[in-house]
């Protein structure tokens, strides 16, 4: 069997098991105050071209979700998100469990847009007595999004802009971020993002990290304190070392990046076979997500060899999957499964 | 500058950093659903020897505190510690965070007595309206405790059946676990403590491992829907598989308890070093924690050339401070410790 | 200016002002255990005619549902609701405030049916990792609904059933109940809602009382420890004795019955001039909210005259906006509106 | 049996009621937007001589309490009070259910000192990574305290300067305000308070309201969106105008400053009963609550006849008890007690 299921199957990048080796008998201090993470703090702040950035990491996304905004906001205030964001839909409620509501708007391919954000707002002004219902004071956005779309660099600053306009935070989960800034089309880069976002993560579980999530924070408001927040959510990480080596070995020589190519493109050559077959697709996706909507018996006859994710029901006949690529995806696996497309 | 400031200045016993190395490319289902937390948490029942464990693998030692501790507790009850718990020192009000109060009792030696807790909880119900205090409902004690003494087995039975007597759940904080298991004069063992603790956790990340605890559930009641609390406090690790492999490889060949004892016989090096100096102790602790009681002239001396912890004042002139060893303290570097220590 | 905005604008039947003072220099113990509330749960729980069932006074509804539902839910579990659901939509994110998620059900009429609480169980159990969304636990509904909707017997025995064979709590919104019970058309009374649901209110507060709600509770996991979260949440009143010397007026004399049934004519005498000027109704409403939808133009008109709510835009000309009558809504007032609706 | 087991046995005082009998049928706006409260806020900010105060009434205190200091905190951040602070004794963790631990200092008077709260914060800020623990941010007093001693002039300046200086928020539970503004000895007032305190709160239900409490707030900070937060804990009273009828009833005319005088008239008579036959109290107090140690068959004795509250052992043959006068208290019940004190 073969796993296309996630991107998360295997270890690490050996290049970072090689790090963790060769650091392994050095002393430092813990919880990320050690020398390693201020180095990748640091490499993080040049690639995003901007001093005044403040960096934390965190073992994991829902972890620094639910950190970052349950900082963020005040007891009355929500956060806005696309109705799929992950947030609203696969971290177990663990917003709410900060106090928290998730506000969402109706989505198909994963975004919210400006004018979505700016009527979520109006609306609750619109009411003399706004505080019989919830303050939305953040927007949460996912890039690439749960169905492997991505954000244009218009589409960001209008969503920015909004934001500003409104004294909205905004804030990008990148738990898969790589895969965006290297998909075909994409005009993003980290430092746009910087400058357009008042915190976002770049995602390190999900490319080729043991584990690990770089918080990076422009707002001032939002970086007193911080570290307060992480440790009381039990994020704070002993040995915190272990996510500025890894960061550090992953920002280094482009690393990230590489991977991240690499698994678009195998992305791509599967996207590329259930197209020739006539498929069609949950989403426009460029990234290292494929969504096809296959009709249910193809879907069990590739399950004979292949382990990936049912998506959702399209139809009596059709549902849509998804296949996932990795750094670790292996161009003849990837051939095996095409030509087990070809043959459906 | 030598490091004998806490148990996780360095990285893993290599043994850990090989098996990661060797399973790296397996491709594995995520969230700990995999074969080698499977077997990891089946040797930790063997080790009890009980069938009926539920054993779940966390990161860190305050994110599997405030797991558990919400997870049991309705929303009107609380924790009882020592005031000296973790709980309620440095978890930056993680308890509190999940909507619960602790309730302490005074201590001395870092432990509590099931007298303390039978006299709280007589104290809660003299009331005839009990409903205006927190109701107790949980005990939680470290073992070794924040200041490395160790409960006996008279204790934890007497600790136990009080809790039993009065509907109360017992949970024990076991981050070093192993430095307390193989201490002189300790008469418990992972047997006896599955047997008297509604649940418990053995500690990786300080003795020996990158990072991990493995939570035993033995309570019923508490065991029902548990991944949904990991998932939701965001504790549920992507690469859930990084936790069983450590966690296999430190109990396969009693690696954990080797360690446990390098640990504590470096520890009672230092000890006696600064016993035949005439030095008293915070504590009488013969885990790898040491608490030698010394001039606030000697503390400085000693700076220059290791860096060990400012517990607190004990007078004008004199403070409490930590030495701490672990699986990587080296025996030359103690033995110089230790001379530093008879030239005072 | 005549108020129909809402069915609190005036006190409290003068019964019941008679009543507080005619008591007044009584001295009674405090926090609900005096001998009116003990009195005014027996005449409920007579009208119930149910003996096992627990009787609690809260001051405000919102108080009710954040203390009921917080105390039913383990923190891993939500509260389904019709997406028009007071929880969901006015409440200030009241029940995320306790850590959960409300989860939400679509609906045009205000209700929610047994088969989409079905759909959302059933939903949730399908994926074979449930943890990583929130598992459904308890359904809130309210009666009459938002929009002056009500629950027939077969609707809420459907709904009951459903919820006892998944294993959800059923708790129900009673905040306008008695304009339910005496609506045209209406086949439920307490004691079948009592039989049916797990919990629910009867609310005093908006059928003439100065304030007040009795919550019911038949659920037996429920009712332990009750009396614990009503004063953590902040709800236990000092002088309980107000509530029950309020309920005990209430149903003595079926006083809320009298005055429920008056505010439903005055309402139905309201809708019959809307409908005998052709207007449309947001909702097939018989009890005492009535939302006609108007042309922009004729709610201009009557704010002149008239205070009303806005409730919402229905089309570029049209919106639909609510009148509201109660025990203290007299005829006269009700006739002029009328013959104003007649000259628009 | 004559009560004299707390300040809340009767209803309200009759001007009070009449006031309410006065005002039935007056159709006003609810949630504590009508004239009555806007008039009653007025009145309070004229006898607090300042004009930039917001003043909000609540139904009780605990709800009071939680939603200021939920309000005040972020996540990370605690309330210092006197280990007898009501927040920490008797509101059932309502303070850690909003998610912040409550920061004790030793108190013997009910008390906390200007010194003591320096050194919370000292020791807070003395470590290098402070993030560990909760961070100091509110400072929560009682006046009069739990066991009705008073704070003077000096002693509230001196910790108003030290919260200004360490940039805590000073809050102060007003629930028996008035018997502490006339109590012998005391030189504060409501202008000093509302200059010296960030927010405060008059308290209604201990002194004569059937209920109600008027927070004040003057810190800016905390005024922000903060009807949001009474509406979200529940706390917004549908028929607002209820408490802006008692505040204009309580300050019109002096009521309040009369009711408590007597009060305070009553419980003096009581004292000096005692004080004439020998016995000690447990605090120095000039208020409505006097906390004589008595032998345990003199209160065995007295409980034939009167009702009181049992407050704490002090030795095996003694316990200090309370007795409690109000605005109700009868001259003739208190003569009647001073009989029976004498013959003992």
């Known amino acids: 069997m073969l796993r296309f299921d996630c991107d998360y199957t295997e270890g690490a990048h050996p290049k970072i098991l090689e790090k963790l080796m060769a650091t392994n008998y050095e002393q430092t201090v813990g919880y990320g105050e050690d020398d390693y993470c201020k180095k990748a703090a640091e490499i993080i702040k040049e690639k995003c071209s901007r001093d005044n950035l403040d960096v934390h990491f965190f073992v994991g996304g829902t972890q620094t979700n639910l950190t970052v905004i349950s900082a963020a906001l005040r007891p009355h205030q929500g956060a806005i998100t696309a109705i799929t964001g992950h947030i609203n839909t696969h971290e177990t409620g663990a917003i709410e469990a900060t106090g928290h509501k998730v506000l969402t708007a109706p989505s198909t391919d994963g975004k919210i847009t400006s004018h979505q954000i700016q009527a979520i707002y109006d609306n609750h002004y619109k009411d003399s007595s706004p505080e019989h219902?919830?303050?939305?004071?953040?927007?949460?956005?996912?890039?690439?999004?749960?169905?492997?779309?991505?954000?244009?660099?218009?589409?960001?600053?209008?969503?920015?802009?909004?934001?500003?306009?409104?004294?909205?935070?905004?804030?990008?989960?990148?738990?898969?971020?790589?895969?965006?800034?290297?998909?075909?089309?994409?005009?993003?880069?980290?430092?746009?993002?910087?400058?357009?976002?008042?915190?976002?993560?770049?995602?390190?579980?999900?490319?080729?990290?043991?584990?690990?999530?770089?918080?990076?924070?422009?707002?001032?408001?939002l970086k007193s304190d911080f570290r307060y927040f992480i440790k009381q959510k039990g994020g704070l990480l002993a040995k915190g070392r272990l996510l500025g080596i890894q960061f550090t070995t992953l920002f280094e020589d482009d690393l990230y990046y590489d991977m991240s190519n690499h698994a678009n493109e195998m992305a791509t050559l599967i996207k590329n076979a259930f197209i020739k077959k006539g498929y069609k697709f949950l989403s426009a996706s460029n990234t290292n997500q494929q969504f096809p909507i296959l009709p249910n018996e193809v879907i069990e006859k590739l399950k004979s060899n292949y382990i990936f994710s049912y998506w959702e029901k399209v139809d009596e006949n059709h549902s849509a999957v998804r296949f996932c690529t990795s750094w670790a995806t292996k161009k003849e696996a990837v051939l095996k499964l095409i030509a087990s497309i070809e043959n459906i």
Do not use: H
């Open 133 to 221: 219902t919830v303050q939305p004071k953040l927007v949460y956005i996912s890039n690439p999004t749960e169905i492997g779309t991505i954000y244009s660099k218009t589409e960001l600053t209008a969503i920015s802009e909004t934001c500003k306009k409104n004294n909205l935070l905004l804030y990008m989960d990148g738990a898969r971020l790589g895969y965006g800034l290297c998909a075909e089309g994409n005009d993003l880069d980290l430092q746009s993002i910087a400058k357009l976002c008042d915190a976002f993560y770049i995602g390190g579980t999900k490319i080729g990290a043991l584990f690990g999530e770089a918080l990076v924070i422009s707002n001032s408001t």
